[in-house]
DNA sequence: CCCAAGCGAGAGCACCGCTCTCATTTTCCG
DNA sequence: CGGAAAATGAGAGCGGTGCTCTCGCTTGGG
């Protein structure tokens, strides 16, 4: 463990970097479906065994750069996230509204990364355990303005749940958010799901001819979905 | 034009249907990445080649595939509709949860077929024309028994919409339902991606150690879909 | 210093989508 | 009815893919 830390980890991190970059590329280009390892070592003037020694299999490469996906629309919600709550008329609503537009933009800027880890499954089924934390971070996030607005004096959501939900409720409160009522960890779950369903739709084409002014649609399907969960400011308009 | 119509446009007929069916044989085995029109070939014992005289390319295919799945989805939620419309305490909202548990019945039961028309767009981006009115079944049915709730005693959705959306509200009004609020078309459409995203997670195996109870929780979410588009009976709890 | 481990390159396997040619069969029409 | 035209199937072949294996070269640790 020199301070050079090795010529050849040195080597190994940039080369795999290298390839992950290329394949990004690829990725944005042509879509999950045609990256080619082949192409990619073509492009980096390497013989396509060699890429071997880096990724065992095109499907690890993916796996790769799933993981990077989820970090890279982790961060960009965090980073909206964290803008939009240092203002000092911060709310929970636009914090709410920050992540989500946040979310959508990534999306939308990123829609063959965003493919990659909301769409379909690449193989048969494939979720790492690695990939768990990394999914996780925008479902924290949305959590976490729950929670402050539940500490907030506005309070959460009202819906009641019906008997049958309770019991699944209770546990899903408890592995999420004990310190929430569990009303709104439902509705917090389907307005996460939601969420994705509103901006699945626009990546993947379904709102073609339909919606046209998707920002302005958007912020209003957002700011309901804020309400569903019971995050308002006291005495004011679903929307900004 | 005789009464058999011809050998050749029989066996033509029969020939497509076939490889469609060994095609949906594999896409539920291994899904659409690994669909290869060789192996259906090699299943139904002829050349490869011979199947271009049926399909130009491994792509049209899928896109039969995907109108055969939209068509399938649209019959099973259209039947389970009806057959909840014809019970004598059918309410609107009824109706609307029979809709979507069809819808999520047959996704959870055709998964990879859920996966080409919900999914990822398959090649680099595909929706021919041809697919458009398969594709709006599930979202007319649901206008349908807006309208029918719209037309009851208790009316429909009544959230406000801001003054930004309010063109691209009444613009949407006059394609899909003219006969409704503006608000209630708004919140419809939103309600009809959410649906999706809902299923979508499910399906994909986002809600994998999130969400246990899977149907409790769905229907919970799609009563509170109902509500949110204005569709509830009078006087009565949100669920069934 | 030397040997094991890491690494790159090349050849090769089996598969893929797709094209082209050629023989056979069915259909249509004069 | 018979011959031209169209439809169909088989086979070979092209360029591409993921992946494996072997062979030399380089690097690093004991």
Known sequence: MSATEGVRARARREITEAIKGEARRQLAEEG????SLRAVARELGMASSAVYRYFPSRDDLLTALIIDAYDSLGAAAEGAESEVAAASDATALSRWIAVCEAVRGWALTHPHEYALIYGTPVPGYRAPRTTVPAAARVGLLLIGIARDAHRGPAGLSRTPLPEGLRPEAVRMTADLAPDLPPEAVV???????ELFGLIGFEVFGQFHQVVEDRAAFFRHAAARLAHEVGIAFPGAAPDA
């Open 32 to 35: 999950g479906a045609k990256l």
């Open 187 to 193: 509705a917090l779950v389907a307005a996460w799901s």
